[in-house]
């Protein structure tokens, strides 16, 4: 049972960093990414954020008062 134990432990350590560093690399790509959009939107007339509930509730009101 020792020399089990002294195969597996390293292994399930070197498995833990390669998935740790897996998910840091994944994640750094996205954020370059996201920033990248980000950037791209700027000089395309800037960022559009979505319609608030308000507004959507406003062009409700103004679309079923413009019905027959």
Avoid: C, H, W
């Avoid at 959009?37 to 062009?59: C, H, I, P, T, V």
């Amino acid at each position: 049972m020792d020399g089990l134990q002294q195969v597996a432990l390293p292994i399930a350590g070197i498995v833990a960093v390669a998935a740790l560093t897996f998910y840091a690399v994944s994640f750094n790509e996205l954020r370059e990414k996201s920033f990248k959009d980000l950037e791209d939107s700027e000089e395309n007339g800037g960022f559009k954020s979505s319609m608030s509930s308000r507004e959507r509730r406003a062009r409700r009101k103004a679309e079923k008062q413009n019905r027959p």
